[in-house]
């Protein structure tokens, strides 16, 4: 999407430099500012670091990373290690593994001075899937959100939490891409941003819906629950890391307790998600989705800007106070409304999910 | 409770020096300071501005503020101008109101030079009685941390919201009052802390719970509901700034949230209030309590310690992001186990509040 008057990705190749380029989301929102890769350690530092952060988007750039491993060592033994680095980087969400399995499952068989090319082909097929893909997810979501606007004859209030925007992925995003098409289409809408503690990705969404003019107010994780009871939301978009076959939704840690007052007061609740995040393989998320706990830091030190707009940081918490920083949460089936996904709304159950998806179709998406 | 070696209240009067002394607890926890008011005024702005905080303790505060006022001016419109000024400071929680109208109830009648004194001694009669009320709200808690640790015989995880410690109050805490009596028998008690944005309130309970040795973890607000759906939360008690009398709790933003997630995990849900917190005129909360809107900055500023541990804040969000800062949220009785009063524990449902509150006592309550 836009950056000022320039159309931006998230990521971006340059296989004839041997480099990756990345908007580093560890400056936002306060700076906008690009870096690039040549090695895949580098790449594995990014995701781990979260400069590119997004189920989607570390997807792909895991899967680019695998280009950039080759360019140094097109081995056996280069192929696995870089795979295994990649794989070791963020453990919860489904499409950095899926990324990586299918990046490898094409160089199977392949001999060694070809994989290169070859990797970097499959990186930039699954960057441009990912954009079909989440703009798709728009053209279906953008038709709930024209029904309520219908319906209540008045800006339609959307609440989300964390950021499943378009730098969350490479381009759209997943929530934000109904959001998106729906401002394109004139239709009114406000979006209640969540702050999404400790890492503050709602700042990122404001950033973005900022940027493209969409009505926009930030509230505390806390707020959700009085705003739907209040009547002041209207639907729930969030994005998934993971989602079971029976349609439990893993993603970041609070979109549970959004998912419990949503359903209390009857507000619609959608996950927004593309085909690779559906885990075929996974029915019961909170029993077999390993749920990542993150650094402690990362609750005691805040991040901002200081008084004369520099970079800077805060502790709120002295080193010695003891923190849990589970990163994420699981959401069960039954909380959903349902799922937006590429191919349309659907119910979020194991029967209606495995109906739409024949298993040919699965193992396809899961591995091509 | 004990700072360091000493015993301190949280609030304390001189009367001969017509002077209020108080723990300035927007330094807290970086800094232990106490000031001093010796105007309305300075009560006023003291409440305003969360130096006291706490629905107990601001009752108390104004209570003080009224005596310090009559020093300058005993005449009944000075008397009136300080319960308006006071009153005005804060519009949530039920104990400003009741404190305040309590004193000038005394003072009805009374003739000017002789209600300074009386407002003292009444301010004091509020303040220890503050004391002895969460101290019985522990003797009822602590039971009920009794009962899971000889059922569960391991260390009884319980979650709070916000700060309802002792700070909170003159002494004891509502919250905290079972967690240190359940501390001080050696009943093993480990207590999640919710961090409580925007203000950050979680960090003066860990601050407290550290001075006392009680273990603890700080955890996001977004945590709460992974852990109860992982059964790692045994009981939730939270404060309250105002309860109707059918039992609707309200309280700290977000509260709603760990109401729902406890009820939707079967975990015990508490609210631990003194009766002065009860609203006998209010049935329905959620109809009748004003919720208060507090500044955007409390949500765009973060204040803590910079690197070299001197104070300091960062902006996370810039100035011209929309926000909204709704500051309490009420928890329908439904979702409550029960209250803990002075009185002991009881459901929270009307038939049973009125049955163990006649008329006339409850008349009392609210009006000495």
Redesign the interface.
Known sequence: MKVGDTHFRSLWADPAKSRVHFIDQTRL?FAFETRSATRVEEVAEAIRVMRVRGAPLIGVAAAFGVALALEHDNSDAGLKRAVTTLKATRPTAVNLAWALDRVEAKLTGVLPHKRTELAWAEAQAIADEDVALNEAIGTHGVKLIEALYLRLKRPVNVLTHCNAGWIATVDWGTVTSPLYKAHEARIPVHV?VD????R?QG?LT?WEL?SHGV?????????????M?RGQVDLVLVGADRVSRRGDVCN???T???A??AH?NGVPFYACVPTPTIDWKVTDA?AEIP?EERPADE?RI??????QGLP???????A???????A???TPAELLTGLVTERGVFKANERDLLALWPKSQRDQAYLT
């Open positions: 929102p209640w702050e999404t503690r400790p503050n700042l404001a900022a009505p926009h107010t930030l509230v505390t994780d806390n707020a959700g629950g009085h705003l009871q970041k840690i609070g549970y307790l959004k419990l007052a209390a909170l749920i609750v805040v991040r901002g800007l200081d008084l800077s940081q805060v502790a709120i918490a002295s010695n106070t003891p923190v849990a920083n589970p994420f949460d699981v």
